[in-house]
């Protein structure tokens, strides 16, 4: 009987988790107080170059829950954006990150770590000051181990503030990438005008990148462009060889996804490291802009 009264509290719990996810507010409210009492982790998926060697990782947000274990950021994503919760949280991502950065560079293997930025922190009128302030904390850390990603897909506010954001993150010696390219609706302006150091080809032109001629085309204008005007340029969702192959081939200098790692704890980082081992390359495998 008290197995069964266990598993009906798990149900319990399981139901207010699925009903609360439903809503908007209960969404935010689950974020809240897992920020509250300390749930939520970070996970780090390792960033390749096409030449083989580790560029560094990126920062992924999970939320720790009591019955269902680690959930992702798509359950939660609108509330990360949350006028309450977008400030309070990027500075705990910052802070974890920029942390274990820390760690990894004092340990002597040195890695760049990038944190996802939610639009409304980044427009915040602190968030300069939260970056620099999470800098002093760990004064040993290099600041250009740490890359901080704009979405594109959020319109900014306008450009001239985004610029002199980015402008002011290199001050510091922090680099940037602008996140999920392609999706939005300003792409080329952004291009142009945002001096970013990276771009990331959002997986949604990455998956069908193999069979479909447009998806290919798109893929193939970004990189060129990008590696044109001197940035670097991140695949994300690599989840196959042929990817890798096709992305190469056509420019891209970057890679993340599936096919070299999934999101894993920090404490698997340096062993993953360590591990790595790229597949051979030709040099008539990659591309002129990449030689
Ligand atoms: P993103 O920044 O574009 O991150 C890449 C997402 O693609 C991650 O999902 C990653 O796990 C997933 N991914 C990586 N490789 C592959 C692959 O080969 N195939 C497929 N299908 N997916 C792959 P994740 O961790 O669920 O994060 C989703 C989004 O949530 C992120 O997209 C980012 O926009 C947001 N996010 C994550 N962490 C944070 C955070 O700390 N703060 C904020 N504001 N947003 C975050
Ligand atoms: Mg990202
Ligand atoms: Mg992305
Ligand atoms: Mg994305």
Redesign the pocket.
């Known amino acids: 009987a008290a197995k069964d009264a266990g598993r009906d509290q798990f149900q319990l719990h399981s139901l207010a988790l699925d009903e609360a996810m439903r809503t908007e507010a209960g969404t935010r409210a689950l974020l809240e107080q897992a920020l509250q009492e300390n749930r939520l982790v970070?996970?780090y998926?390792p960033v390749v170059s096409s030449a083989g060697a580790v560029i560094g990782v990126?920062?992924?947000?999970?939320l720790q829950h009591p019955e269902r274990g680690l959930i992702?950021?798509?359950a939660f994503?609108s509330a990360?954006?949350h006028v309450r919760l977008?400030r309070p949280?990027?500075r705990f991502?910052l802070n974890v990150a920029l942390h274990q950065a820390a760690l990894w560079q004092e340990a002597g293997h040195p890695l760049r770590v990038s944190?996802?930025?939610?639009t409304r922190?980044l427009l915040d009128a602190r968030f300069l000051e939260d970056l620099q302030e999470m800098l002093a904390k760990y004064p040993g850390l290099r600041p250009e181990l740490v890359e901080i990603?704009i979405?594109e897909s959020a319109p900014l506010r306008d450009m001239l503030e985004a610029q002199r954001l980015l402008v002011a993150c290199h001050r510091l010696g922090v680099r940037v990438a602008l996140?999920?390219f392609g999706t939005g609706n300003a792409s080329l302006t952004y291009l142009q005008r945002l001096p970013a150091d990276s771009i990331?080809i959002?997986?949604s032109f990455v998956?069908d990148v193999i069979d479909d001629p447009k998806d290919l085309a798109i893929v193939t204008a970004v990189i060129t462009a990008s590696r044109m005007l001197g940035m670097n340029v991140i695949a994300?969702?690599?989840?196959t060889a042929d990817h890798v192959d096709l992305l190469v081939k056509t420019g891209c200098n970057h890679l993340?996804?599936?096919?070299f790692s999934?999101?894993i704890p920090a404490e698997d980082v340096p062993a993953w490291v360590a591990h790595f081992r790229p597949a051979p390359r030709t040099k008539d495998s990659l591309h002129p802009l990449n030689i």
């Open positions: 970070l996970y998926q990126e920062a992924l947000i999970r992702p950021p798509a994503f990360l954006d977008a949280i990027g991502v944190v996802n930025i939610s922190h990603e979405t996140d999920d990331k959002d997986q998956r994300e969702g690599v989840e993340q996804g599936y096919f999934k999101p």
